[in-house]
């Protein structure tokens, strides 16, 4: 299994390719840099792009908009619990 | 102009019987992989599946309950088995059970709304999972005059209606940047077995109410759905096309 900072590179990547964002490359993502609002700027409905994402990429599944909430805070919470969460 | 959905898997919810078997049959014959959704009716549902298979078209029947959540889930879990995807979404199952308010039962409403509003919840809460997935995807809500302009002794039947309409225009919103259209057919008064049961006076009764003055044919239905189900009406989401003869 990878070790924390690759994965974070490869969510950054699923983050930047599932949202089309332009003009941005992993490595401008800063790991403890807001995802929503000021930070890069997505929104609530971004986010269903990316619960679905995570389902494909990880198995994970989140029916609940809460843990949504924990999770999307930034690089670091999301990576934390992908290696936490993962079935695949 | 006609639709060709080759390629294309649809769910058609209530797809045995009535409207619903014509949207089938339609979107089979022009190429789709239609999984039939039904409740009750087994030998309906084979029919419909033999009818398009039959003439060359792929189909199979799923029996579930729009109502039960869990139901629901276990059937997209078999879809995203085989075929894999979901292209287009019919909600089209339904159910009356016509009472004035004042003789309504908590049973007529709660099992009315059920149906017709917690079964669309349902399935395009599945569906949008898949759909965002893909970044595709089409749904068609089927829904009533009577959610437009009322109808007495139907108040949980539009009620639950009206809530299907305030949902396709809320879930378009939600889903639009994903290509996942929400759009709804509001069919009037449709000639279907439904009313064969009906006497001539009340078809009489019914049709002063419709400037056309004449009922609508299933076709004409499913030529409306057709059209919000395929790319020609890629630049159309949250809309209610009503084919009701000029009855709202």
């Known amino acids: 299994m990878e070790d924390k900072k690759a994965l974070a590179e490869r969510l950054k990547k699923l983050i930047i390719e599932s949202l089309q964002i332009e003009d941005i490359a992993p490595g401008d993502i800063k790991d403890d840099d807001?995802?929503?609002g000021n930070g890069l700027g997505l929104d609530s409905i971004d986010a269903l792009e990316l619960v679905v994402a995570l389902e494909k990429e990880f198995g994970i599944v989140i029916a609940d908009e809460e843990v949504g909430k924990k999770i999307f805070v930034s690089i670091n919470t999301l990576t934390d619990f992908v290696a936490k969460e993962r079935k695949m | 102009m006609d639709f060709d959905f080759t390629g294309k898997a649809?769910?058609?919810?209530g797809g045995s019987r009535g409207i619903g078997r014509a949207i089938s049959l339609a979107l089979a014959a022009r190429g789709a992989y239609v999984i039939i959704n039904y409740?009750?009716?087994?030998?309906?549902?084979?029919k419909t599946v033999s009818d398009i298979t039959g003439a060359g078209g792929k189909a199979v029947a799923v029996k579930a309950d729009v109502?039960?959540?869990a139901a629901i889930e276990e059937m997209f879990g078999r879809i995203r088995k085989d075929p894999g995807r979901l292209d287009i979404l019919i909600n089209n199952a339904g159910i009356i059970r016509d009472k004035l308010l004042m003789f309504m039962g908590p049973d007529d409403?709660?099992?009315v709304i059920a149906v017709n509003l917690t079964g669309v919840y349902n399935t395009a809460k599945s569906a949008s999972r898949?759909?965002?997935?893909?970044?595709?995807?089409?749904i068609v809500n089927i829904v009533s005059p009577s959610a437009i302009v009322g109808r007495a002794g139907q108040t949980n039947y539009a009620a639950a209606k009206g809530g299907v309409i305030a949902f396709t225009k809320s879930l378009a919103r939600e889903?639009?940047?994903?290509?996942?259209?929400?759009?709804a057919v509001s069919p009037g008064i449709i000639q279907t077995e439904m009313l064969d049961g009906i006497t001539e006076q009340m078809k009489e009764s019914f049709l002063t109410a419709v400037p056309m003055k004449r009922f609508g044919t299933p076709?004409?239905?499913t030529g409306a759905v057709l059209f919000l189900a395929s790319e020609r009406s890629n630049y159309i989401t949250g809309q209610i096309l009503c084919v009701d003869g000029g009855l709202t």
Do not use: C
């Open chain 2, 67 to 69: 109502a039960d959540t």
């Open chain 2, 10 to 13: 649809a769910l058609v919810t």
């Open chain 1, 34 to 36: 807001p995802l929503f």
């Open chain 2, 39 to 46: 409740a009750s009716d087994d030998d309906a549902a084979e």
């Open chain 2, 175 to 183: 889903l639009a940047r994903f290509s996942i259209w929400v759009n």
């Open chain 2, 109 to 111: 409403w709660d099992r």
């Open chain 2, 219 to 221: 076709d004409e239905v």
């Open chain 2, 130 to 138: 898949l759909m965002i997935g893909q970044k595709y995807g089409k």
